[in-house]
């Protein structure tokens, strides 16, 4: 006869198996499994391609060969899943389900259940090729500008704006999350939500020349920048910014500098306001 320690672990691991069974009823759910007949990529994106051009570029905010050259560039980024999966997911339908995400905001739930792919399966997708976007196309389109790059931004700024010598504005930009899990106060920020920070800046055209994100939202634009690579490299003079110049109607040279609001430090290269008690 079973003793009552037996029975109390017969107990534990039958229900281990029940909740086993539970947890995977199956590898693929049955409705994805028709992902390759009637998913959205199936059923919409490609009939897009060939019959609908106008709303191809509404759906991707960007033409069908703009996607394929897009799709070219990044493919070679792309990890192999051919290795790993029963039935692997193309590099041109991780592109278009990350596009789509991208370009719209779209929830990762919604994009699972029109596309007929698990929502972890879509989170890791838009994970994997939104680094391999950013692997394929840094070194082109955000490079660091060069001297003379520099110079073509100030003198964008000047005959825009009418500011002499400046190479860009810096601001930051709280993007509102989730709070992790047991991450405390790091992400909450002075506004009352909880947040990671964009850190960038852009030229007289509004056109990013440099990116950070994911600082904690409870660090101010300044503490963050000064951490930052571009921080660090403005503050030491590393830029390669253009010599120092003359600003319009004297004969002072004065040094090529960057715009920020109050929330950051006065620098060599770095202007900002008056302080508001000063701006009469």
Known sequence: MATEEECILLLILHRLQQRQRRDRRWYVRPLNQKRDQDGEFVSLVLPMRSLDEERHFQ?????????????????????????????PIGASQRLAVTLRYLTTGISLQALSASYKMGTSTVSGIVEEMCCAIWDALQGEYMAFPSSSQWQDIAEDFWR???????????DGKHVRIRAPPQSGSDFYNYKGFFSIILMAAADANYRFI??????????????????????????????????????????TPSPFFFLGDEAFPLQENLMRPYPGENKK
Request: hydrophobic share 40%; aromatic share 10%.
């Open 160 to 170: 825009q704006w009418q500011f002499p010598l400046c190479v860009g504005a810096i």
């Open 210 to 251: 440099y990116v950070d994100v994911g600082a904690f939202g409870r660090e101010s634009d300044g503490g963050v920048l000064g951490r930052s690579a571009f921080g660090s490299r403005l503050a030491q003079g590393s830029l390669n910014l253009p010599a120092p110049a003359v600003l319009p109607g004297t004969t």
């Open 59 to 87: 759906y991707f905010r960007m033409s069908a060969p703009k996607f394929d050259e897009l799709l070219s560039q990044v493919v070679r980024f792309l990890p192999d899943t051919h290795q790993n999966h029963r039935n």
